[in-house]
């Protein structure tokens, strides 16, 4: 259906979907450009693409009525340009069929000349919820529970503000599904609040997120997973150890990570895939291992905590308003990280039917996880030790199994922080290259395989022999090829990375990251209910209630 001030485009005809990005492309030629609906979002799209598609459009001796258009998931995409901040856009649902999705999938092979990763789908449910999951189980729930704690003032108070903060953040994670949909390209909030508030207004995610956001929450969980390896190599001597060694593992890890996505999307999402197995093996065993310590007694030094029974669950419960808020602002520490996918949305197979699957049935299974395990906490170790420690998990596996258990859960929560760092590099890389193809950071960083790379999208691993056609089966791309990523992109976030790592100090870090992430998400969440007044019309695969991002913005 034509919508008022649009009423002349034909949505009707035979010729192939035009995206509403391409059509606003060519708004101010328009003869319908002077009738911009006020419904329209202030949005802009690049020069040099409107250019290209108008020269297209009026190209000499063109027939247009003999000769096809070519379709639009054959041309190169961009919603932005750094300084082109224009409005003339056609609204979204103004599309003939509504919103045709970008970078549909092309037969045949790709090369690195204008190569998108939004036209090289590979990402399927199980990847998606290893890349939610794998963020969001990183360290927070083996560090957090003190803060909650020590804030809440009682366990049954910081049960409570753990499931909080849990359906806080699912509340944010529904409002971005539903974004992800109707907006199913690669960037996050980067594309989101571009077309709902204007380039301005992504222009400065961008910058903020590439420069601060990303590194500065990656360097975080570099640091504990350095800090926690290097107390499994050298047990409780770690407290002593010069910073510059935990620094040094942190880089490592890093350097790591980065290597393994740089290869293929494949390998990346694989380590994903095996870390969230992994971590919910450990949250399951934590729990289970508090079951039984709070059954039978046993426990490597003797008799286990007996707080929980003697002591009542809501004894000491803070009435500060402000400790409650500290401790809710904790727990959504632990929990953050659920808007990871949407900064990938562009290269899923079926984005409209698996983003939304991918976080309602992630951040129940996360929030149910982080209950269980801190009732553990509870059954086994004193009141007193899980408001004071820092290092939760390790007090956890030293007051079960003795000086093994310290070094056995080092090692897991090591682990965790390790599959954390490979799912935030691997979006990382992806907000950084979206960047780079938007014309918000140089362009360089939004290519796609090695540099130099022109005709062929990656190297191929050119052997007969059987074992390098098993390993490329197992870590290449679907036709068989190694780097196409964006290795610029990834390397250049690795080095940003590496400069917090280096300059950065962790309680610094976690107050700066925090005050501007939940800023943008705020401001991201709010976008979603001016989208719906503004563009009522537009096609979303999922909605979800208007109360999620009333709650959430509240």
Known sequence: MARAGYANINTTSNQPLRDSLELASLAS????????SSSSSPSAVSSSR?????????????????????????????????????????????????????????????????????????????????LIIGLIIGSGIFSSPSQVNTNAGSPGASLIVWTVAGLLAWTGAASYAELGGAIPLNGGAQAYLSKIFGELAGFIF????????????????????????????????????NGWIHKGVALAG?????????????????????????KFIALFAITIIGIIVAATGLSFHGTPSTDWKSIGWFEGTSHDPSNWAVAIYAGLWAFDGWD?????????????????????????????SYLLANLAYIFVLPSATISSSTTIAVQFGSAVFGPIGSFVFAIIVGASCLGALNATAFTSGRLVY????????????????????????????????????????????????????????????????????????????ITFYGVAGYTFYFLTVLGLIVLRVREPYLERPYRTWISTPIVFCC
């Not at 598609?53 to 096809?68: I, Q, R, V």
């Not at 949305?345 to 996360?366: C, K, Q, W, Y």
């Open 434 to 509: 979206a960047a780079g193809k938007e014309g918000f950071l140089p362009e360089i960083l939004g290519r796609i395989g090695m540099p130099g790379t022109s005709e062929d999208f990656g190297p191929r691993l050119k052997t007969r022999s059987r074992a390098g056609k098993i390993l490329l089966r197992l870590i290449g791309d679907e036709d068989g090829s190694l780097g196409f990523t964006p290795i610029n992109a990834m390397v250049f976030n690795a080095l940003l990375c590496g400069a917090y790592i280096i300059v950065g100090e962790f309680g610094t870090l």
């Open 254 to 278: 890093l350097a790591l990570v980065t290597v393994v996505n740089c290869i293929s999307t494949k390998l990346g999402t694989r380590v994903g895939d095996i870390f969230m197995f992994l």
């Open 29 to 36: 030629s328009s003869p319908f450009s002077s009738h911009r």
């Open 340 to 368: 990871n996918t949407n900064y990938v949305v562009g290269e899923f197979h079926n984005p409209s039917r698996d983003l939304p699957r991918v976080i309602h049935t992630a951040m129940p299974l996360v929030i149910l």
């Open 206 to 241: 961008t910058w903020c997120a590439v420069f601060v956001l990303k590194p500065g929450s990656t360097a975080i969980i570099c640091i504990i997973f350095g800090e926690y390896v290097v107390r499994a190599a050298i047990g409780a001597e770690a407290e002593s150890v």
């Open 50 to 130: 409107k250019n290209s598609l108008s020269n297209e459009a009026s190209a000499p001796g063109a027939d247009t009525a003999a000769t096809p258009r070519p379709t639009p998931h054959l041309r190169s995409y961009s919603i932005s340009s750094t300084f082109d901040f224009t409005s003339n856009l056609f609204p979204l649902s103004s599309t003939a069929g509504g919103y045709s999705v970008l970078g549909t999938q092309t037969s045949g092979p790709l090369d690195l000349n204008g190569a998108s990763l939004e036209k090289h789908k590979s990402l399927t449910y199980l990847n998606g919820l290893s």
